[in-house]
């Protein structure tokens, strides 16, 4: 879904430093810098705020509305965000200041859509290129592109060429050389072969020989060891 626009009240930040955003993060807040302007800005944001504006219909490609301490309103849109991996809370964002009538470039998410008669037939269905990048105005960025794979069978390849998207965006990759998904046959495991009696008493045989001809230069590499240690 494209078309979505969020208020997003923001607070310039005096206080810089590690220090400084860990303490915001305890009470709530988001340290994160607003790019476009004369001069990046550094700014937190509510956390709560932050995480209702980009759980909208248009996700991370929402267009943000934000004011600063309640100042004059710019467009703008998340450029980068970095998460904490064990809480999954967000640590610090970077927003860029747009111009709603110029286009931009974005990362669009891309979700198949569909089981491919390959899958049913005993194949395997393999993602390749998860995100595509596109060009279009702000408002027109979806949040991402769907696909039917329904009608790919074994050894079928999907390119970016049959991908279809809305006449308002364009792609950007190259249509013919990069790969969507893949339908193929599972991997085969090869099963070891038993050997018969006689090689089994054979090879106990040599392991036991092999094990008594390695006993005495194992004690001496531990010692070696253990002097070098001392």
């Given at each position: 879904m494209a078309g979505e626009r969020v208020k997003l009240p923001v607070t310039e930040r005096t206080r810089l430093g590690s220090a400084e955003s860990r303490r915001l993060r305890r009470q709530g807040l988001?340290?994160?810098v607003l790019y476009g302007r004369s001069e990046p800005v550094a700014i937190c944001i509510g956390?709560?705020?932050l995480r209702a504006a980009l759980s909208t219909g248009a996700g991370s490609h929402a267009v943000l509305e934000v004011a600063v301490d309640g100042g004059r309103e710019h467009s703008a849109i998340l450029k980068e965000y970095?998460?904490?991996?064990i809480r999954g809370t967000i640590l610090h964002v970077d927003l860029q200041e747009i111009r709603l009538d110029q286009k931009i470039h974005s990362a669009v998410a891309v979700t198949l859509v569909g089981e491919p008669a390959g899958v049913k037939e005993g194949g395997v269905l393999s993602q390749v290129v998860n995100e595509v990048n596109v060009e279009g105005l702000p408002l027109e960025i979806p949040q991402h592109l769907e696909v039917d794979v329904s009608g790919m069978h074994i050894g079928d390849s999907l390119r970016l060429a049959e991908l279809e998207v809305p006449d308002t965006i364009?792609?950007?990759d190259d249509l013919e050389s990069?790969?969507?998904a893949t339908v193929t046959m599972p991997t085969r495991v090869e099963e070891p072969e038993v050997e018969g009696e006689e090689g089994e008493e054979g090879a106990e045989g040599e392991a036991?020989?092999?094990?008594?001809e390695g006993a005495e230069?194992?004690?001496e590499e531990g010692g070696?060891?253990?002097s070098t240690e001392s």
């Open positions: 988001v340290p994160g956390e709560r705020d970095q998460r904490d991996k364009a792609l950007l990069t790969v969507l036991e020989e092999g094990a008594a230069p194992a004690a070696e060891a253990e």
